[in-house]
């Protein structure tokens, strides 16, 4: 009987290795997928992918600075990092396009004596822009967003807004899209989001 206990032990083992190795499996592959990059937020190649325009609002300020990052110093929250690519329908890079970001601060109150939390940038020769600012506070009345305004070059201008998935505020935003979600994720010093825009051209 004795003999017995270290084969019954020994294979008790065995069988606990194989019932936990799809665990492992599954842990490394949330390891690995966190590692990867964000995914597009929308495609393109016809019409019917162009991002929708949605309303300015009332707290639009032209001639923003040019600059990537909207940090500064006084800016509390949350930092978020904002990238993507302009496209056309036809899936090309859109290089040079304008980005002006502009939203409210983690108190959802916007400047609009000054251009705190508003900047625009232009896309590289590879449509790529890259925003470096916080996750905005509430507004009364609206759900969590940024405002932005995008044109190619010599091109009608389509100014949208653009969203957080799962805010609870979300269902009741009269304004809300479900097509301007950003594709959001945690990152070691705040959040990231990506988002691709693709416009008639």
């Not at 020994?10 to 690995?32: G, N, S, Y």
């Not at 495609?43 to 309303?55: S, V, Y």
């Not at 990052?69 to 899936?91: A, D, R």
């Not at 983690?106 to 896309?123: E, I, M, P, S």
Request: hydrophobic share 30%.
């Amino acid at each position: 009987m004795d003999k017995d206990k270290p084969t019954k032990r020994t294979r008790r083992e065995i069988l606990q290795t194989f019932l936990a190795l799809p665990i492992t499996l599954w842990i490394t592959m949330c390891r690995d997928k966190s590692t990867e990059m964000l995914e597009a937020t929308q495609p393109c190649g016809d019409d019917d992918d162009i991002t929708p325009a949605q309303t300015e609002g009332p707290y639009y300020t032209p001639n923003s600075p040019q600059r990537a990052s909207l940090l500064e110093s006084g800016i509390t929250g949350t930092k978020i990092v904002v990238t993507g690519v302009v496209l056309s329908t036809s899936c090309q890079p859109v290089a040079r396009a304008l980005v002006d970001f502009w939203h409210c601060d983690d108190n959802g109150v916007y400047d609009n004596a000054g251009y705190k939390l508003r900047g625009h940038q232009f896309t590289d020769d590879s449509g790529r822009y890259s925003l470096e600012t916080i996750v905005p506070g509430l507004y009364p009345g609206r759900t969590r967003h940024f405002h932005v305004k995008v044109q190619a070059p010599n091109k009608p201008i389509l100014t949208t807004q653009l969203y957080f998935p799962g805010e609870p505020s979300n269902n009741s935003d009269g304004i809300f899209s479900s097509k301007l979600l950003m594709n959001v994720q945690d990152a070691s010093d705040g959040k990231a989001a990506k988002f691709d825009f693709v416009l008639n051209v």
